[in-house]
């Protein structure tokens, strides 16, 4: 659990600051308490002082009665609750995207290349083994650049429904490994355990040519730099 605190410096400028990192054997609201209050009172600090609370939306952290923000409430009348702007931004992204045919069916699609590649080790390893391939061709021929950390073998991943960040890495973890995903999706065609895999494999190699795909895939990227450059813009 990572606790961050947000407070007045002495000049009356509104600071916010990374403070700690703890492990929690559970995250019940009681526990969650425990340890906050833990990492406070090793550092002096009162809870008694508090006066805010953010947290996202779950029961065990919003609960009105037995959540995080209830029991410190109980202690500090003055801790009020606020839902976590990033995670209301972030619902309310994924729930718009949502009423968008075009973009569900896209993420819809999306959800199923990988799946199908992470449905087996086989499959797994052989993405990674393709990938590797590929990259040594790009590097060789001068298509990608060189440093550190930036030709890893990665992999493919899922988009989370609460988490909107969760889709930019899908996209991205796709555009990467576009061609090897390709490759691993034919190999499925081939070689699947049963005609219904293979058959969506098929299916999804056809997804992954059409025009209505390809042009989403580079439509939502685009609209996520837009937005991360205009961020960048304002502070």
């Known amino acids: 659990m990572s606790i961050i605190l947000r407070f007045v410096d002495r000049f009356g400028i509104l600071t916010e600051r990374f403070f700690e990192i703890v492990q929690v054997s559970n995250t019940t609201a009681s526990t969650l308490k425990k340890k906050i209050s833990d990492v406070l009172s090793r550092f002096n600090l009162s809870s008694a002082n508090l006066r805010g609370q953010g947290y996202d939306g779950a029961s065990n952290m919003s609960g009105g009665c037995n959540g995080l923000q209830a029991l410190f409430l109980k202690e500090c009348p003055y801790a009020y609750y606020i839902h976590c702007f990033a995670h209301r931004l972030q619902l309310a992204l994924v729930g718009a995207s949502s009423k968008e045919v075009s ?4 993420f819809s699609k999306l959800s199923t290349i990988v799946n199908l590649i992470g449905f087996s080790p ?3 390893t052989e993405l990674h083994s393709v990938q590797a ?3 040594a061709r790009m590097v060789t021929s001068g298509e990608r650049d060189t440093g550190r950390g ?3 073998i990665g992999n493919l991943h899922r988009s989370g429904s609460t988490r909107w960040s969760s889709h930019f890495d899908s996209i991205c973890s796709l555009i990467d490994m576009y061609g090897a995903t390709m490759s691993v999706l034919q190999s499925i065609v081939e070689e699947g355990s049963s005609i219904s895999l ?3 494999a098929a299916g999804s190699l056809i997804v992954m040519e059409s025009f209505d795909f390809i042009f989403t895939l580079y439509s939502i990227i685009d609209k996520f730099y837009s937005i991360k450059n205009r961020r960048v813009q304002l502070k």
Not at 103 to 106: A, D, K, N, S
């Open 150 to 152: 930036i030709n890893q």
């Open 122 to 124: 086989k499959w797994h």
């Open 103 to 106: 973009v569900w069916l896209f």
């Open 198 to 200: 293979r058959g969506e």
């Open 133 to 135: 391939i590929e990259i």
